[in-house]
């Protein structure tokens, strides 16, 4: 069960304006990360936190644009006025920046619609929340519905699922015709 938060056109609106500096792989997004934190009044960056940060999620330059796209996204005056919360901000840049830039790269979260949507809605997840105006119900499907990572993982099962079906049909294919290989030497 998830909290309603901002409506989701207000943070697609978000992203769509971030400055083209944003994508830009000479940022130090530590450094946005930690002044994004601090700005909604958490604590700065310590050590431990950074060296995880700078080896887990931002350790390509995907995640580290994608860090930096997400901290843009935090201090929007809609996400800040649903959840303030420094905690949540910190899942959200994780969260954006180490599962969602590996499978969908932050210049669509930025450029292109639906990757504006993905971006939102696995912010608001991230965070323990849903799109203003929606149930958890119609949220789940509509992240369903437009997740990369969901995308990926069924077509990774379908292509097992044919490989499969293909090792059969070649293991069937085998054995007919030594069958039939058989029958003929013994007529």
Do not use: C, I, K, N
């Not at 309603?4 to 992203?15: D, N, S």
């Not at 669509?108 to 965070?127: F, S």
Request: charged share 25%; net charge neutral; proline share 7%.
């Amino acid at each position: 069960m998830s909290r309603e938060g901002p409506a989701l056109a207000a943070l697609t609106a978000r992203l769509a304006a971030a400055p083209r500096d944003a994508l830009d792989p000479g940022v130090v997004a530590l450094a946005v990360v930690d002044d994004a934190l601090t700005a909604l009044g958490g604590p700065p960056l310590d050590g431990a936190l950074r060296r995880r940060l700078a080896s887990g999620p931002l350790g390509s330059a995907e995640g580290r644009t994608g860090a930096v796209l997400a901290s843009w996204l935090v201090l929007s005056p809609a996400w800040r006025a649903a959840q303030p919360d420094p905690r949540a901000a910190l899942a959200v840049v994780e969260a954006l920046a180490g599962s969602l830039a590996p499978v969908l790269p932050p210049a669509q979260w930025v450029g292109d619609p639906a990757g504006r949507e993905e971006a939102a809605r696995a912010a608001l997840r991230a965070a323990g929340m849903r799109p203003a105006g929606e149930d958890d119900a119609v949220a789940e499907d509509r992240w369903t519905a437009v997740s990369s990572a969901l995308r990926a993982s069924a077509m990774a099962e379908v292509a097992q699922e044919v490989r499969r079906a293909q090792e059969l049909a070649r293991a069937l294919a085998e054995r007919r015709a030594r069958e039939a290989a058989a029958q003929y030497t013994h007529v």
